[in-house]
């Protein structure tokens, strides 16, 4: 049981992996990478943007320099005017700028010397052989140390002057690029932490109480009844399934209880009559020929209490039957004919028994569409309940009613009536009210199944010491009906 519980959990979990978490770790890489490209772009961009603005204003002064003399003085001018930018070039700390020849030697620098390691780049010849003029290149140092190389083509005739490159330290920025590398890898390991550990709590909150289900479950299948899962915690799929189970198990065991109660009372019931009948055989085979009154007495008692255990076996064969399905061969019937000659057959029975038939035979028919065995078994299986619950001196009433679109015939004894708390349930199988007699108990359930069948339903009142009515409802006959409702099987889920 265990091994396929962890299998069952092994299996659920393996589905989140591949399923939920796979796919959020997938879009918080994702995320990842685009967060730190646009980092990167936002950090490195900016510094090169910033070169380039430094340029433009570099620019913009030679502009407004030299704009009187001929060519040369104007190139010579301009010349001039770049060496003194350099040499007042107030950012020094931050910047390196220089001042390169048509060949890409570097003429003057700001900061006076000038490093060879700082010419490693190939930014000077993307901007010599570069279409806009501009080139860009990041290296590392001697030192390790991280700088951006930026050159611009003078745009001007310059007198030997030909490009301007600025070099600046990337360590600040790339210190910038690593905290919030680490800050959002940080952040992304904290998202699927969180990710995981809820998965994880949502996963043991579902397959800890499936465990327990199929526990639970194996437990009913090998007979265990007496099982219950424990109150759930939530009110959801998974709690009210539990309690679904719950309702199931004890529904289970009302059931095999009542089938207990049911066959030990059927059991009881065809001992009392075998053993009458025993009882009388052997008086008969030890008496029977010197005494006539003997043999004829027992002969009687044997016939009845034949004709009993053949009434009860034909209860439990119809019982099984309907349980089965059994087919239905409906027709046009006249329900006060049916009702008619079911209490005509009765009335001997209830004479017998000191009761009195109360019935008033309606003048019109009603036509309803029905089986007319089954439903002359409708009618002797609740006037047999009557005559068996009645009090001698009392009375059965039959009365038959219509409406526009049902007829219903009640059926009404003054007997010992129904407890409340059995009353919804002498209709179900196996059951066995606290004021049941003698018989299989199984009368109502099968009036319940036929009228069900039939379309029709079936309704108990009573009072505890005064009496019950049983009515049976079916609809009025009407042409198509039996294109309509074709009851050709009873099936066992039906009541």
């Not at 016939?303 to 439990?316: C, I, N």
């Amino acid at each position: 049981m265990a091994r396929e519980t962890t299998g069952m959990t092994s299996s659920i979990t393996r589905r989140w992996l591949r399923g939920g978490l796979l796919i959020t770790m997938i879009l918080v890489v994702l995320a990842e990478v685009l967060f730190l490209y646009s980092t990167y772009n936002d950090l490195y961009g900016g510094v090169r943007q910033a070169v380039l603005s430094r340029f433009s204003t570099i620019e913009g002064q030679l502009r407004a320099t030299g704009t009187a003399g001929d060519a040369s003085e104007i190139s010579a001018s301009r010349s001039q005017a770049l060496r003194r930018i350099v040499e007042l070039f107030d950012e020094k700390e931050k910047f390196e700028l220089m001042l390169l020849d048509p060949s890409g030697t570097v003429l003057i620098t700001s900061s006076g010397t000038f490093s060879q390691e700082l010419a490693d780049g190939n930014d000077v010849y993307q901007a010599m052989t570069g279409d806009s003029g501009t080139g860009v290149s990041t290296f590392r140092t001697s030192a390790g140390e991280r700088v951006m190389a930026v050159t611009m083509l003078v745009p001007y005739v310059t007198d030997g002057i030909s490009a301007m490159r600025m070099v600046t330290s990337l360590t600040l920025v790339d210190r910038q690029m690593i905290r919030t590398t680490l800050l959002s890898v940080g952040i992304a390991l904290v998202v699927v932490g969180v990710t995981v550990a809820n998965g994880l709590f949502f996963l043991r909150s579902i397959v800890r109480p499936l465990g327990r289900i199929e526990t639970l479950a194996t437990r009913i299948a090998a007979g265990d009844l007496t099982v219950h899962l424990p109150q759930p915690r939530y009110n959801d799929e998974i709690g009210r399934l539990c309690a679904t189970i719950n309702q199931m198990s004890d529904a289970l065991a009302e059931t095999e209880r009542m089938k207990n109660d049911f066959i030990s009372s059927v059991s009881h019931e065809l001992r009392t009559p075998l053993t009458s009948i025993k009882g009388w055989v052997e008086t008969i085979n030890a008496r029977g020929q010197q005494d006539a009154e003997i043999t004829r007495r027992g002969l009687t008692v044997i016939s009845a209490e034949t004709d009993r255990l053949y009434a009860m076996v034909e209860d439990l064969l119809d019982f099984s039957r309907l349980q089965n399905g059994v087919k239905l061969d409906c027709q046009v019937l006249d329900l006060v004919a049916e009702a008619t000659d079911a209490a005509l057959f009765a009335e001997p029975r209830m004479q017998q028994e000191g009761l009195r038939l109360i019935y008033e035979e309606p003048p019109e028919p009603y036509p309803v569409w029905a089986d007319p065995a089954r439903l002359r078994q409708v009618f002797v299986n609740i006037l047999d309940n009557a005559i068996k619950y009645s009090r001698p001196g009392g009375s059965i009433t039959l009365l038959l009613s219509r409406t526009g679109s049902t007829v219903t015939a009640a059926i009404r004894d003054q007997g010992r009536g129904i407890a409340p708390d059995d009353l919804e349930k002498v209709r179900v199988k196996f059951f066995k009210g606290k004021n049941a007699v003698r018989g299989s108990g199984i009368g109502l359930a099968v009036v319940d199944k036929i009228m069900a069948a039939l379309g029709g339903t079936l309704d108990i009142q009573s009072t505890l010491g005064e009496g019950t009515t049983v009515s049976i409802t079916l609809p009025v006959y009407h042409a198509g009906q039996e294109h309509l409702h074709d009851p050709l099987q009873l099936p066992d889920n039906q009541h």
